[in-house]
Structure formats: structure tokens, C-alpha cells
């Protein structure tokens, strides 16, 4: 049973339909991407995901659980963090504080603080300033910390929302080296990436939005190598 399953996903802005009926899924423990230009509805397809936005018919299964309707601190509390674009950090708040939001929907203070621990273990400069106010970070440093305070919701699934956009190259190959180490330690990933070259590197499958609809769908390797993807989104 795949772990997130989405069935003929439609969703409006008013008059504008922004996702046509769109069908895919994940599976425990895989990376899976997707890719596609600047308003294709990659965005607002976890935004729909995640609760953010109702959808306009369809369903969204997670973990067997229909979530369709659900709101979205329930979806965190079921075990799917949700990593936004743009980062959205807390700004007035410190370091600390941006983590110990990530763990609203949790009770027990000792497995918190023993998370806190593995986040800083897998991003020392959050450590390292962990007093400092959100808002002074550098680009790279507040995805990290977007990171970060989705870890702290300890998930099992783990959305990231175009998370090398804005990035130097140095931060950009970071951010994906440690979006594999996050999945090699047992969480699953679904990735929206406007990289389409790094996204395809890192991950085992891959779907490809187009004005609302999935245009291609397979394994990772096999889309890199295909022609129409290369001339549209790899350059080449």
C-alpha cells in the first residue's frame, strides 16, 4: 500500500483551475519528485496535501487514513511535515524558538529535547546559532532551519517545497546532500524542485506537471535521459 495516495486531485482558484485531476503516489522510504515549470501546480498540490488548501474533488489517502478533508495540524499529528517555499521562518524568533514550533503537535518534553539534539547533530550551525533571531540567517542557513523545525515534527513523510530556490550552488549541493541523508535515515520524501537536474539525481521516481495535469511519470534515471524532459526542464 503506497503511503501517500492521491486520486484524481482537482483544485480551484474561482475560475482557474489549478490542478485537472492529477493521480500519484508514494512509497515507504522512497524519494520521489516533482518537477515542472513556474505555475504548473506543483505548489499547490502539497499545499492541498497538507491541508493548506481544500480541494475541489478528488481524494488524498495517508497511511490509509483519507485526509481530504482533514485540517492541517491533524495531517503534522499523523506524521507529514511540510517543508513551504520560501522558507517562511518565524523572523522575530530565535533559532530555538523557530525548532520548539516544529514540535507544537508533541508531548513528551525528554523524545523532544532527544530530537533537538539529532536536528542540531544534522545541522551544527543551527547549534551554533541557536540564540540568534531567525531573520538575520543567511539564505542558506533559513532552509536549513525550515528543515530543521519540520524534523522536529518527527515525520514519517517530509514535503519540501522547492527548497534549493534562492541558493548559492555551494548551499544548493548541501541542501541535497542532506535531503538524502534525511531520507537514508527512514523518512520519506516528496520533493517539488525547479532544479529538475538535482531533483532527478537524488530521487527514485519522478512525476512531471504541466498546466495542471501529469504529463510524464517514472522511474528517476529513466526521465533524465528522456528527451523531451531534457530540452524542457534540463537544458540540454
Not at 153 to 160: A, D, F, Q, R, Y
Not at 168 to 174: F, K, M, T
Not at 178 to 196: D, F, K, M, P
Request: glycine share 10%; charged share 25%.
Amino acid at each position: 500500500m503506497a503511503m501517500l495516495k492521491v486520486t484524481d486531485l482537482k483544485v480551484s482558484y474561482g475560475v482557474i483551475q489549478a490542478i485537472k485531476g492529477i493521480s500519484f503516489e508514494v512509497n515507504k522510504g522512497e524519494i520521489v519528485a516533482l518537477i515542472g515549470a513556474n505555475g504548473a501546480g506543483k505548489t499547490t498540490t502539497l499545499h492541498t496535501v497538507t491541508g493548506l488548501l481544500s480541494a475541489q474533488s478528488g481524494k488524498i489517502e495517508y497511511e490509509g487514513h483519507d485526509i481530504t478533508r482533514m485540517p492541517g495540524h491533524k495531517i503534522v499529528a499523523l506524521g507529514m511535515a511540510h517543508v513551504p517555499e520560501g522558507r517562511r521562518v518565524f523572523a522575530e524568533l530565535t533559532v530555538l524558538e523557530n525548532l520548539k514550533m516544529g514540535a507544537y503537535t508533541r508531548k513528551d518534553k525528554t523524545e523532544i529535547e532527544d530530537t533537538l539534539s539529532k536536528v542540531y547533530k544534522r545541522f551544527p550551525r543551527l547549534e551554533e546559532r541557536k540564540n540568534q533571531l531567525a531573520g538575520t540567517l543567511s539564505g542558506g542557513e533559513q532552509q536549513m532551519l525550515a528543515m530543521g523545525r519540520a524534523l522536529m515534527s518527527k515525520p514519517e513523510l517530509i514535503l519540501m517545497d522547492e527548497p534549493s530556490m534562492g541558493l548559492s550552488p555551494i548551499y544548493v549541493n548541501e541542501i541535497f546532500d542532506i535531503i538524502q541523508e534525511i531520507n537514508h535515515s527512514g523518512t520519506t520524501v516528496l520533493l517539488v524542485e525547479q532544479n529538475a537536474k538535482k531533483a532527478l539525481a537524488i530521487a527514485d521516481r519522478a512525476y512531471v506537471l504541466e498546466t495542471g495535469n501529469i504529463a510524464l511519470e517514472g522511474k528517476a534515471e529513466e526521465l533524465l535521459a528522456n528527451d523531451s524532459v531534457k530540452k524542457a526542464y534540463l537544458g540540454e
